[in-house]
C-alpha cells in the first residue's frame, strides 16, 4: 500500500488549492479513505472522511469550505480547499486501513504529507 499526496503550495488568504492522493497497492473505492493535516508540535487534526459508497463525514473546522472527491479511473483521491486561512497552515496528508469502509478509519498508512501555506 502507497499513498503519495501532492498539490500543496503557497498560497494567499481566501485563495484555493487542490490536494491529490495517488494511491496503488489497492483500489480507492474499496476503502474509506481520510484526509488530515498536522502542525509540528500540535495534534493530528482529522479533516474529512470518504466511505467506500461516497458518504462522506467532515470536520466543522473544514465543513462547507473543503471538499472530498475520488476518481477511481486514476486511483486518487483529492481534496478541494477553498476560502483558505492562516490557520490552515499545515502538512496535509491522506490515509486509510484498507479495512474499513465506513468511516471513521484508522491511519494505518499514510504518504509523506504536502505543505500547504496560507498567508494572510
Known amino acids: 500500500v502507497q499513498l503519495v499526496e501532492s498539490g500543496g503550495g503557497n498560497v494567499q488568504y481566501g485563495g484555493s488549492l487542490r490536494l491529490s492522493c495517488a494511491a496503488s497497492?489497492?483500489?480507492?473505492?474499496?476503502?474509506?479513505i481520510a484526509w488530515f493535516r498536522q502542525v509540528p508540535w500540535k495534534e493530528r487534526e482529522s479533516l474529512v472522511c470518504l466511505a467506500s459508497d461516497g458518504r462522506t463525514v467532515y470536520a466543522d473546522s473544514v465543513k462547507g469550505r473543503f471538499t472530498i472527491s475520488r476518481d477511481t479511473a486514476r486511483n486518487t483521491v483529492y481534496l478541494q480547499m477553498d476560502n483558505l486561512k492562516p490557520e490552515n497552515t499545515a502538512k496535509y496528508y491522506c490515509?486509510?486501513?484498507?479495512?474499513?469502509?465506513?468511516?471513521?478509519?484508522?491511519?494505518?498508512?499514510w504518504g509523506q504529507g504536502t505543505q500547504v501555506t496560507v498567508s494572510s
Open positions: 490515509s486509510t486501513d484498507t479495512i474499513r469502509r465506513v468511516c471513521p478509519v484508522g491511519y494505518d498508512f
Open positions: 497497492g489497492f483500489t480507492v473505492g474499496d476503502y474509506a
